[in-house]
């Protein structure tokens, strides 16, 4: 099999040498999680906000100059981590990479092929030099148990902590890495545990790092949470859930987040797969387009109700980019698009904006407070979230269908209060200037009815502006 090094100098432009790794230094350290244990900060204390997006067939189906395109073009949005797979999902033990290479040599966990993670290795060196962490899968879950998918089964106890172990050698000093097991498999399903062996990659990974790594896992879909089965392994540092594809519009994701931040040990919780834009809104297995597509503002809808519920972050999705459609590929799941056409969507853009407006407040402060609404909650595709901070300086309210509503903003201890509406899909702003500090504030937004989803921001009026957001 090839090795990177044969490829035609037209790549060599994308080629970054693991000795030029340490350029740019990162600046502030390896990725842990908040004192409280709530959110994630970087160690010397600067908070993290996770924007991700799923990119699982990236190492698999993508040539170097497309892998630097989409990663240009995520960087660009905002996007912070990457969620990619090494063994990967689409027949990835057998069906070769771009370059002609599969990740083992006789599907042995045990016999790496140097070639295929020469690519790994520049990819998380190209992420790195753009200030990108990757979420990286060191297997599809269906290499543990099969459940559906292609497989096969190759891993036990034994062979998956060398396997850790392995990667974890090869990617210790890797400070842009987090790392998710699982797969979109639950680690219990009937009466088989796969737990033992998450154990023991996870163990493998853990020694090979000095501990330093940052884990979680990537559960299957429905009204599933790590949290549910794997809370108290000690290795979890991050709980995820999938609200997923497969349950139509408005899955309550805000009470799965509220669930998860009330266990102990308290660990930040994020959904790390809401519903794709793109996707198509029937219930799996059919995926059915004959209802629809989902479009950004089911997008904005679910990952601004999990964020203001308490998530750490949260986690974008294109139905044609996870699987990097093109005309080389069978498409999957009715996808309408090639993955380079997927990349400049409404929706992409959007999450990029709610990074920018968390950011533009102390956000690893943030409590969940649901008492701010006091009139105007509603259910479903109707249901608001609100939040404020710890010092209560600011409070911040998503309403997801335009309409009036009654906020307590007697919560809030400054004298003077200022008030602006947001608009989600736009980064519009419109000032409302100063708002009285009582129990029953009264407004309507900007524009009313579906689709017209609008946060309300009130802040102490001498601690903060209004931002000037970058679209």
Not at 127 to 141: C, K, N, V
Request: contains cysteine; charged residues 25%.
């Amino acid at each position: 099999m090839p090795l990177l090094y044969s490829f035609s100098a037209a790549f060599a432009a994308f080629t970054i040498a693991v000795s030029a790794y340490a350029q740019p230094k990162w600046p502030h350290g390896d990725l842990q999680v908040t004192p409280d244990g709530h959110y994630l900060q970087y160690a010397d204390g600067t908070p993290f906000f996770w924007l991700g997006d799923t990119a699982w067939e990236l190492f698999h189906r993508l040539t170097k100059e497309e892998i630097i395109q989409y990663l240009d073009n995520r960087k660009a949005k905002g996007f912070n981590v990457i969620q990619a797979v090494v063994l990967a999902e689409m027949d990835g033990l057998r069906r070769p990479n771009r370059y002609g290479d599969v990740p083992l040599i006789d599907q042995d966990p045990e016999k790496p092929n140097e070639s295929y993670f020469q690519l790994v290795d520049e990819v998380i060196n190209a992420a790195y030099d753009r200030q990108l962490f990757i979420g990286l899968l060191p297997t599809w879950g269906d290499k543990v148990t099969r459940m559906w998918g292609v497989g096969p089964e190759i891993f036990t106890v034994e062979n998956a902590y060398r396997y850790g172990r392995w990667l974890g050698d090869r990617y210790k000093d890797r400070k842009n890495i987090i790392w998710i097991l699982g797969g979109d498999r639950p680690a219990i399903h009937d009466a088989v545990d796969t737990r033992p062996i998450w154990r023991a990659m996870a163990k493998g990974i853990q020694e090979a790092t000095e501990g330093k790594a940052l884990l979680s896992y990537h559960i299957s879909g429905g009204a599933h949470s790590t949290s549910q089965q794997i809370h108290k392994e000690p290795w979890l540092h991050v709980n995820m859930m999938q609200s997923g594809h497969g349950s139509g519009h408005d899955v309550p994701v805000w009470e799965w987040i509220t669930r998860d931040r009330a266990l102990a040990p308290t660990k930040p919780t994020l959904d790390s797969e809401p519903n794709y834009e793109d996707h198509p809104v029937n219930p799996w297995p059919t995926w059915d387009p004959k209802s629809g597509y989902f479009n950004d503002y089911d997008v904005r809808k679910q990952t601004y109700r999990s964020v203001f519920a308490g998530a750490c972050g949260v986690t974008y999705g294109h139905h044609s980019i996870w699987q990097f459609w093109s005309e080389r590929e069978e498409k999957i799941n009715h996808a309408d698009r090639y993955w380079t056409e997927a990349l400049d969507r409404p929706g992409a853009f959007q999450v990029g904006y709610l990074r920018q407006l968390i950011e533009s407040r102390p956000f690893i402060d943030r409590i969940p407070d649901q008492t701010i609404v006091a009139g105007g909650q509603g259910e479903k595709e109707r249901h608001i979230r609100a939040f404020r901070d710890r010092k209560k300086s600011y409070l911040m309210v998503y309403i997801p269908q335009g309409q009036p509503v009654t906020i307590n903003t007697s919560i809030l201890k400054a004298g003077t209060l200022r008030g602006w509406w947001f608009n989600p899909a736009t980064t519009e702003t419109l000032d409302l200037g100063r708002v009285s500090r009582t129990q029953t504030l009264q407004l309507t937004t900007p524009t009313q009815g579906f689709g017209h989803d609008w946060v309300l921001v009130v802040d102490a009026a001498a601690r903060y502006a209004i931002p000037d957001f970058k679209r």
